[in-house]
């Protein structure tokens, strides 16, 4: 199995930055993409932005020249640097990664953690 452990979210003034880690450890041969989401309250979980295991990145338009997703393969670790915050970005913020285990690959995801930004 897949554990992923998230921190760094927290309470930000409007135009801050805040930095997301998650660490994944387990009993996996390999990570190949990894992504980070959000869901807002009483709105869907959603997409931010997801990077391949080679460093190829896809953001949302929404937080596109705003966030920078990261990765350090060796410590099997992602990283969402999210700059410029606005209140809308409040939400809880879900890494994902998809881990291969044995012959099969399968999709995990963190604990959550929350991200609000005041006005």
């Known amino acids: 199995q897949v554990q992923l452990v998230e921190s760094g979210g927290g309470l930000v003034q409007a135009g801050g930055s805040l930095r997301l880690s998650c660490a994944a450890s387990?009993?996996?041969?390999?990570?190949?993409?990894m992504a980070w989401y959000r869901q807002a309250p009483g709105k869907q979980r959603e997409s931010d932005a997801s990077?391949?295991?080679?460093?190829?990145?896809n953001y949302e338009d929404s937080v596109q020249g705003r966030f920078t997703i990261s990765r350090d393969n060796a410590k099997n670790t992602v990283y969402l640097q999210m700059n410029s915050l606005k209140p809308e970005d409040t939400a809880v913020y879900y890494c994902?990664?998809?881990?291969?285990?044995?012959?099969?690959?399968?999709?995990?995801w963190g604990q959550g953690t929350q991200v609000t930004v005041s006005s």
């Open positions: 387990g009993n996996f041969f390999s990570i190949v993409d």
């Open positions: 994902q990664v998809q881990a291969v285990i044995g012959r099969s690959a399968g999709r995990y």
């Open positions: 990077i391949s295991n080679g460093g190829s990145t």
